[in-house]
């Protein structure tokens, strides 16, 4: 049996350690031909892959794409927190007025956590609303420019074919 299967993690089942060439059996499979992938055979190294994904990072577009996610998440995700804590606060140091009804049996309580209820759905809607408008085009824009300057950075690279 050889086991040339690229997902096998032969480190996590007891075999090869990390960096060996050639992985051995481990001990809880049969006597079995462990034979080192082609992959470990001979490192496919990607020249300057990394660089194009710095200097992505580090561009004026990813940089307004992060800022626009910022300028929504934080402070939507710290108000609804708020107002979570609040919630929180008010039932343990105020079971008094939590307890007051409101119209039949539906309480305060009951009210204000329908309200947090619906928050989520409509924070929800919100995120998406804001994504679609505002930053999933130049995202799709970044990531079209990111794949084009790595297969350039895989095609420049001497003695290495496409995958």
């Known amino acids: 049996m050889r086991i040339e299967d690229p997902w096998y993690d032969a480190v996590a089942t007891g075999g090869a350690e990390l960096g060996c060439a050639r992985a051995t059996a481990p001990s809880h499979l049969p006597a079995a031909r462990v034979t080192a992938s082609p992959r470990q055979q001979r490192p496919v190294r990607r020249p300057a892959a990394h660089e194009v994904y710095q200097a992505v990072q580090h561009s004026a577009a990813f940089q307004q794409v992060r800022r626009r996610y910022r300028r929504f998440a934080l402070p939507v995700g710290a108000a609804f927190l708020l107002c979570y804590l609040g919630y929180l606060v008010l039932a343990v140091s105020a079971p ?56 350039a950075a895989a095609s420049a690279a001497p003695g290495e074919g496409a995958r």
């Open 96 to 151: 008094g007025l939590m307890a007051r009804p409101v119209i039949g049996v539906l309480n305060v309580g009951m009210a204000a956590f329908l309200v947090q209820f619906a928050a989520t759905f409509l924070l929800t809607w919100l995120y998406a609303r804001h994504a679609r408008l505002r930053r999933d085009h130049s995202a799709l824009e970044l990531r079209w420019e990111t794949q084009e300057m790595t297969r």
